[in-house]
């Protein structure tokens, strides 16, 4: 398969981090834009590709690809306007601010003949990868439950932002971090019948929840229980599998959330303290570069992107109701 024509649509960090995982590959990031003319610039010279003014010129463009990475009421319209023109298109997670927002590009990526994966790059950490493996393999026997953690402690000004602000961001810590873990707790355990939890703002001033609290449960009876926080005033990234013969334990995400890294709990026939197995990955951030490598191939073989828009809906959709719970508007 020849090398992908990339389009970006958002030029800040995270549509850096696809320039450069797409450069990195080999593929060609073709064109640019952004609303900041010196920001779309700057990406461009760096990338040897064209600014364009705005989303239609780059839409008009002979390009393979559109990966969107725009404040979260902008992922669902351009992307709208990406299958429109024949493209395929990568949106930045959450995929839009509310689950109703999505259902439309499915159908219209169905028409087009399209593909749309959604950018949840933590099922692409290598840590991640391989619990995943292990649970496939029966590793940890019949899985019961997650527990999961995720946080930050934002920066000075971080209230005057456009995550406080729900009609741009739908939402705070909920939509922010709190649909990565529920993407992730969906990964392990599939869908999840019931719903409860709380959403509260406890120091950053504003509209919005600065923490997030889940309790999910499968028909099953498997149970997720997932905290995501901006008041978690050192990085945090934790998330833990447990199944009837083992424990798996998933922390750090590399940089300020420490080194990546897996320990594996194996219970021993007799029980008592478990035979324990562990495995770093002190390696730069990858997950950029395997998550595009998988969509590569999706488009190649014409195989449905994982996860992909309905995956998107269900984690926006478990969030929002969590955020019903709070005192928070959401008429949005």
């Known amino acids: 398969m020849p090398p992908l024509r990339i389009g970006i649509i958002g030029c800040g960090l995270i549509g850096r981090k696809r320039a450069d ?196 449960r499968t028909a099953a009876g498997q149970v997720a229980q997932l905290h995501a926080s901006w008041t978690e005033w050192k990085n945090l990234f934790s998330f833990e599998i447990f199944g009837r013969t083992a424990k798996l334990a998933i922390d750090g995400l590399g940089g300020s959330y420490g080194t990546e890294r897996l320990t594996f709990y194996k219970m021993k026939p007799e029980m008592g303290p478990p035979d324990i197995e562990s495995w770093e990955f002190p390696g730069p951030d990858l997950s950029w570069d395997e998550e595009l490598a998988a969509f590569a191939e999706d488009i190649r073989l014409g195989r449905a992107p994982d996860p992909g828009l309905a995956d998107a809906a269900a984690a926006l959709a478990i969030a929002q109701s969590v955020r019903a719970k709070s005192d928070y508007d959401h008429s949005l």
């Open 21 to 216: 995982a797409a450069q990195r590959l080999g593929h060609a990031v073709a064109a640019v834009s952004d609303p900041d003319d010196a920001r779309a610039a700057a990406l461009a010279q760096a990338m040897g590709a064209q600014a364009c003014a705005d989303p239609a010129a780059l839409a008009a463009l002979p390009l393979d690809l559109v990966v969107v990475a725009t404040p979260h009421d902008a992922l669902a319209p351009l992307a709208a306007r990406m299958i429109a023109a024949g493209r395929h298109v990568l949106i930045e997670k959450p995929g839009a601010r509310h689950a109703r927002e999505l259902a439309p590009l499915a159908d219209a990526a169905r028409a087009r003949g399209v593909l749309v994966r959604v950018g949840f790059n933590h099922r692409f950490h290598p840590a991640v990868r391989k619990a995943r493996a292990l649970v496939a393999g029966g590793a940890a026997g019949d899985l019961l439950y997650v527990r999961g953690r995720y946080g930050h402690g934002g920066r000075l000004g971080y209230e005057k932002e456009w995550r406080f602000r729900p009609e741009i961001s739908g939402g705070g810590e909920a939509i922010d971090q709190g649909t990565h873990l529920v993407d992730l707790a969906r990964w392990f355990l599939g869908d999840f019948a019931e719903i409860e939890g709380h959403a509260a703002s406890f120091f950053w001033p504003g509209s919005v929840e600065d923490n997030a609290f889940f309790l999910l």
